[in-house]
Structure formats: structure tokens, C-alpha cells
């Protein structure tokens, strides 16, 4: 069908948002800005939070979970809790922090946005780094806090689960880590604010419940990691042989998924080419084609036009009219 407005002589476009200019590969002009280190700040302090809060309550639950201490096995938060403790925190921590940093508090949503060219590579680089410290950070707490349950009970690092290979392992990290980033691009697309401008959406809100939802599935398997910092800081304090398992072949796998699911959001569901047409086809009437190959009018150029041919001394020809 054709859509066409008339009577009207508001400003019509098939596009009714704006997306954000690409962020340069690299920006040295960062460097000098004070909002610059906020932002690292910021998500140093996130992460700090973030893996203080969790891993303590992965470790509690274990210790409240131990027959030696407590016969009763339904004691504890179990893994609902624990899958809470996580989605709740990144809840918590991406809406303070997403004015300041933009809430990444995760190196895979780091890089998956360098990939998309939504943050240059020296942000993405020095994020990715206070991430990973600021999980350090938090699990050195966790453990001079409650050392004798840390070492009891597996420091809260993630790893591979008995009964599970090293295929399921990966599969179930790839699929969650998916889910996460995937969360997070469509809750911040540009396009969904202003498609979607009558229903009010909190983009914290979905990116924890992803974060919930997949703990509650991968738990089991993997301890669920989906997050490089949370693994590798837990995997660093605790240093033990089993907390190091398989994390490079997690993070090399990563990197081509990442690939995917960004070319998947952007020319899958963003209709990128489709886009690339409607930048492409505008004519001399001032029609244009949108996303869904619907002919819309486009009034300022055709306002400018009639403004131009007037000034000019010339009478404009009105098609059907004198």
C-alpha cells in the first residue's frame, strides 16, 4: 500500500529518529576530558559493587547449602536468589551509572559497542581494563572479609560443572552472552525510543532481567559467566587450576559471536540496508522511501523548493489548480 500525507504542511520523513554519527576508531581528544575519567571511575566502582555483591552471595549460599553446617539443603537464598543477586545488582548499578559511562559494567557490552562503532577504542580499551580491575577489586573484599568460606567454598569462580562438556560449556556461555548483549543494543536503539515514544521503557530493566534470566539457565552448567571481568577477577583472587579452565577458549569464541550478533541487530532488525536505500532514492519531488518501501512526502523539501521558485519572481505550478 501507499502511504502518502497530504493537507499538511508539517515536516514529514520516513525516518522519525536520528541515529548517532559513528565514534571514531581512535580519539586521543578523550584523554584530556575530566568526563573521561569519571567514566572510568564510574565503572571501576560498578564492577567493584557488582562482584563485592555477588560473589558474596554465591558464597553464603554455599555455606548455607554445606551438610556439615546446616542439615537443612532448602536453606539459603538457592539459585533463584543467586540468579537475582546478579540481574538485580546489574539493574541497579546500569541505571546509576548510565549517564556517567553509559553502564557497561561488562567487558562482552564493551566490546560488542566498539564493534558497532557506538565507543572508540581507546574508551573501549580503557573501560574494559577498569572493569577487570574494579572485579579484582571486589573479590579481594569478598575475601578479606570472609576468608575461610572464600577458600571452602570455590572463591565464587565459575567453571564447568560435572556431567557437562567442554561443547555444552561453551554453547551455553555463547547463547547467554547473545542474549545479554542482544538485551542491551535493542534497549538503547534509537529507533525503538522513538517507534515506541508513547510507552515509556527503562533500558536498566530489561538488560537485568537478561542477566537473571540467563543465570537461571547457565548456572548449572557453567556457574554462568557471560561476563569476562566477573570470570577473570574471580579467577584471579582465587588462583586455583580449575577456575582458569576453558576461559580462553570462551573468550576467543566470543569474539566471533560478537560479530554476529552485531551484524544480526544492525541488518536483521535495524534493516540497515534498507536505510542505506532510503538515503539513496530521495528524487527531485521530495518523495522518500521507508524502511518498509512506503512512499512518504518529505514537506521541507518541498517548502524550500516553493520558497525558492517565489523569491525567484516565478509562479509555482500547482498540479490540479491555477
Request: net charge neutral; proline share 4%.
Amino acid at each position: 500500500m501507499t502511504k502518502e500525507v497530504v493537507g499538511d504542511k508539517r515536516s514529514f520523513s520516513g525516518k522519525d529518529y536520528q541515529d548517532p554519527p559513528p565514534e571514531p576508531l581512535f580519539d586521543a581528544t578523550e584523554l584530556g576530558k575530566w568526563s573521561f575519567y569519571r567514566a572510568l571511575i564510574a565503572e571501576f566502582v560498578a564492577t567493584l559493587l557488582f562482584l563485592y555483591v555477588t560473589v558474596m552471595t554465591v558464597i553464603g549460599y554455599k555455606s548455607q547449602t554445606d551438610p556439615a553446617l546446616h542439615p537443612d539443603q532448602c536453606a539459603g537464598v538457592g539459585l533463584l536468589g543467586i540468579a537475582w543477586a546478579f540481574g538485580g545488582m546489574i539493574f541497579i548499578l546500569v541505571y546509576c551509572t548510565a549517564g556517567i559511562s553509559g553502564g557497561h559494567i561488562n567487558p562482552a557490552v564493551t566490546f560488542g559497542l566498539l564493534l558497532a562503532r557506538k565507543v572508540s577504542l581507546v574508551r573501549a580499551v580503557m573501560y574494559m581494563v577498569a572493569q577487570c580491575l574494579g572485579a579484582i577489586c571486589g573479590v579481594a573484599l569478598v575475601k578479606s572479609f570472609q576468608s575461610g568460606y572464600y577458600n571452602r567454598y570455590g572463591g565464587g569462580a565459575n567453571g564447568l560443572s560435572d556431567g557437562y562438556s567442554i561443547g555444552t560449556g561453551v554453547a551455553a556461555e555463547i547463547i547467554g552472552t547473545f542474549v545479554l548483549v542482544y538485551t542491551v543494543f535493542s534497549a538503547t536503539d534509537p529507533k525503538r525510543s522513538a517507534r515506541d515514544s508513547h510507552v515509556p521503557v527503562l533500558a536498566p530493566l530489561p538488560i537485568g532481567f537478561a542477566v537473571f534470566i540467563v543465570h537461571l539457565a547457565t548456572i548449572p552448567i557453567t556457574g554462568t559467566g557471560i561476563n569476562p571481568a566477573r570470570s577473570i577477577g574471580a579467577a584471579i583472587i582465587y588462583n586455583k587450576d580449575k577456575a582458569w579452565d576453558h576461559h580462553v577458549r570462551y573468550y576467543i569464541i566470543y569474539f566471533y559471536f560478537f560479530v554476529f550478533d552485531i551484524t544480526y541487530h544492525g541488518y536483521n532488525l535495524r534493516c540497515e540496508w534498507a536505510k542505506k536505500t532510503l538515503e539513496t532514492e530521495e528524487n527531485l519531488e521530495g518523495n522518500l522511501i521507508d524502511a518498509v518501501g512506503n512512499r512518504v512526502v518529505d514537506w521541507t523539501v518541498l517548502d524550500k523548493t516553493y520558497r525558492e521558485v517565489k523569491k525567484s519572481g516565478h509562479q509555482p505550478h500547482r498540479k490540479g489548480g491555477a
